[in-house]
């Protein structure tokens, strides 16, 4: 069973600190990761995607990826209130399955 | 604004009504799926296309009936539905093969069942 876990939250921080958000996984053969963000109501919108250990930037986002430790984070920084949402943590194995994707976890930035 | 068109936005429909979901891509993607998401849950797969052909039926209710008429198209007809399959019902699509294959979601549609 490919599984997929992320602290479901809420996770609250206040508006301009760095916001935290983490995942691990079980399937070593893992290949290819994302993290989506969902607001209420709407659909899932991808934000980013990571395939090689290291940090990877993408303006205020940046993935961080683990395989060794199979952990994938994603870092905040300067957080917004536009910023609450639920982040979707997606992992991809190199077989001909689809994404398994985490419960998420909800993110709120207090004004 | 998203590049999978999802039609329609909203939709009730009573326990004997004949009613379909429609899902369209533009991007040359040759992967199409139907997600089905409950409220504070992730989305759960349901059925996945693969080059215009069924792959995986994620033991789905025969109430749900997927179509894939052509590349760009997927539609999702639904009969005899239950109160507890309201939900919002998520169409996907992807390239086909290889690992950096994210998936690309449509805005749903928001499906009551009365």
């Known amino acids: 069973q490919k599984e997929v876990e992320q602290n479901s939250g809420p996770l609250s921080v206040p508006e301009g600190a760095i916001a935290s958000l983490n995942c691990t996984y079980s399937d070593r053969g893992s290949q290819s990761f994302f993290w989506y963000r969902q607001y209420s109501g709407k659909s899932p919108e991808l934000i980013m995607s990571i395939y090689s250990n290291g940090d990877k930037e993408d303006g205020r986002f940046t993935a961080q990826l683990n395989k060794a430790s199979q952990y994938v984070s994603l870092l905040i920084r300067d957080s917004q209130p536009s910023d609450s949402a639920t982040y979707l943590c997606?992992?991809?194995?190199?077989?001909?399955?689809?994404?398994?994707f985490g419960k998420g976890t909800r993110l709120s930035v207090i004004a | 604004d998203t590049e999978v068109t999802q039609t329609p936005k909203h939709l009730v429909m009573g326990m004997t009504n004949k009613k379909s979901l429609k899902c369209e891509q533009h991007m040359g993607h040759r992967a199409m799926y139907w997600y089905k998401q409950k409220a504070k849950k992730p989305p759960e797969l349901m059925f996945v296309y693969s080059y215009e052909k069924l792959s995986i039926n994620e033991s789905v209710p025969s109430r749900f009936s997927p179509e894939c008429p052509n590349s760009s198209l997927l539609n999702l007809h639904l009969h005899a539905l239950q109160p507890e399959d309201s939900a919002l019902y998520l169409c996907a699509s992807s390239q086909e093969g290889g690992m950096n294959s994210p998936l690309h979601f449509g805005n749903g549609t928001r499906l009551t069942v009365t």
């Open positions: 997606a992992v991809l194995n190199s077989g001909n399955t689809p994404l398994v």
